[in-house]
């Protein structure tokens, strides 16, 4: 299974933008790119993902590398309620969502 | 609003009790997954569905059984329940077809503890 490699967690100030990087270094050419975030006490929730092109949506922004090999997601302006764990999946053609730990994204007022 | 729904959020069991965890959606979604999440350790699935009767091996499937009787019904079940499976249970559910450029939906979470 393609896997992820993810910052155990990072920092940022509230109303800052945040760059969240995942590296997916054996990525194959049909896998997606997604990216959920856990709140404290809640199950995981959709937040954005791509396959070549950067995308941007309400949430957040998602910027793929050329080679795929690396992506990072950008909140635009950080709030407290931003504060969560934040997953890096490939998503391939079994189906099969494997999540790595993730980051967990500290936001200080 | 799409919803899935665990039957239970917290669940206290006992060592060698048999635990059904149930986890029902409302979306017609053909594939169901069933993870545990544990600090540290991330979400590892345990099991997963792609229709009625149909179940495959996530990567921790020892000491768990699945069943899909009802395409909106996946249940996760704890044969003889230990301490070791005291954990926090998911359930996802996606969309078949087009899969890779949808999204999925997750439940609240059950936390079992087994005592």
């Known amino acids: 299974d393609a896997k992820t490699t993810q910052p155990n967690s990072m920092e940022s100030n509230e109303e800052e933008p945040v760059h969240l990087p995942c590296n997916h270094s054996?990525?194959?050419?049909?896998?997606?790119i997604h990216w959920y975030r856990q709140l404290p006490s809640q199950g995981p929730e959709y937040v954005i993902h791509?396959?070549?092109s950067n995308v941007n949506n309400r949430m957040a922004s998602l910027a793929i590398a050329e080679d795929r090999k690396s992506s990072t997601l950008i909140l635009h302006r950080a709030t407290l309620r931003d504060a969560a764990v934040y997953y890096c999946?490939?998503?391939?053609?079994?189906?099969?969502?494997?999540f790595g730990k993730g980051t967990r994204l500290h936001i200080l007022p | 609003d799409v919803k899935v729904t665990q039957s239970s959020r917290y669940l206290v069991k006992r060592t060698g009790e048999k635990v059904f965890l149930e986890c029902v959606q409302d979306?017609?979604?053909?594939?169901m997954f069933w993870y545990r999440q544990d600090p540290g350790l991330g979400l590892r699935l345990i099991y997963f569905?792609?229709?009625?009767?149909?179940?495959e091996k996530g990567d921790i499937p020892e000491g768990y059984s699945v069943s899909r009787e009802k395409k909106e019904r996946f249940s996760l079940i704890l044969e003889s329940a230990s301490t070791n499976q005291t954990s926090m249970y998911l359930c996802?559910?996606?969309?078949?077809?087009?899969?890779?450029?949808?999204?999925?939906?997750f439940g609240q979470g059950t936390r079992l503890t087994v005592v």
């Open positions: 999946i490939l998503w391939g053609r079994d189906d099969k969502i494997i």
């Open positions: 054996t990525i194959s050419g049909t896998d997606y």
């Open positions: 791509g396959l070549t």
């Open positions: 979306m017609d979604h053909e594939n």
């Open positions: 569905s792609y229709d009625v009767k149909m179940k």
């Open positions: 996802a559910t996606i969309r078949a077809g087009g899969l890779m450029n949808t999204e999925a939906f």
